[in-house]
């Protein structure tokens, strides 16, 4: 398995240097080669999407890096997350979802940091009345999510990639897809999601903040990207 991934990343690599139209800093090709041997990036589907999406990773860079992420807030999502299991960087996804904004509400009705929809957050344990919205609590919602995140991830056989793909997108679509493509590789999955529109990017997005986080000081803004 070592040797294939190590093999998987060596033929990736050579073909994304031979790519002329990557502008992406040496700092931020090498701290995403850096990123998937610890991580595991599953095959070259990784480093092509990559390719196609560097400005998106550049932009999660100066993001994570800006003011936004070093509030109280961030500290209490990052600290839950880690203390029930699941990856430091699950932290960002409420950047993806919502900019960590408590009052977002998405046009489909979702609402919150993690933009829940109502019978979602409900079977999460949240309470959802007309006098109180636990969607738009820091630590009610949070912990909601990691719940959800937890339960996601039996779904699809521990892998987390699925997971946060299903999050966004819905465990049906995803389980379609896999069937329909015959294969679990989800960055394959998903660019089969909404191809041209916005859900098509959110596994690259979340793995840009999350490069962001693993690898602070790439993508200078002198760079031309």
């Given amino acids: 398995m070592k040797f294939q991934l190590i093999k998987a990343l060596t033929v990736s690599l050579a073909l994304f240097c031979l790519t002329p139209s990557v502008k992406a800093s040496d700092a931020l090709f090498g701290a995403v080669m850096s990123y998937c041997q610890d991580k595991g990036c599953k095959s070259g589907a990784f480093y092509y999407h990559f390719e196609k999406n560097i400005d998106r990773y550049c932009s999660g860079v100066k993001y994570v890096n800006s003011e936004v992420t070093q509030s109280d807030k961030m500290a209490i999502i990052e600290q ?54 636990q969607r738009r609590d820091i630590k009610a919602s949070t912990q909601a999510a990691i719940k959800y995140l937890h339960w996601l991830k039996k779904q699809f056989n521990g892998d987390l990639d699925l997971s946060i793909i299903a999050y966004n997108a819905g465990v049906g679509r995803v389980q379609k897809l896999i069937k329909e493509y015959g294969t679990d590789n989800p960055w394959l999955i998903a660019k089969g999601l909404l191809r041209g529109k916005e859900a098509e990017y959110y596994l690259a997005r979340y793995y840009g903040y999350s490069l962001a986080m693993y690898a602070k000081g790439v993508c200078d803004e002198s760079d031309s990207l």
């Fill in 80 to 133: 839950m997350v880690i203390d029930q299991g699941l990856p430091a960087n699950i932290s960002l996804l409420p950047l993806v979802e919502s900019g960590l904004d408590p009052d977002a509400v998405s046009s489909v009705g979702a609402v919150g940091i993690w933009q829940f929809m109502e019978e979602t957050g409900i079977d999460m344990g949240l309470v959802i009345n007309a006098n109180i919205d």
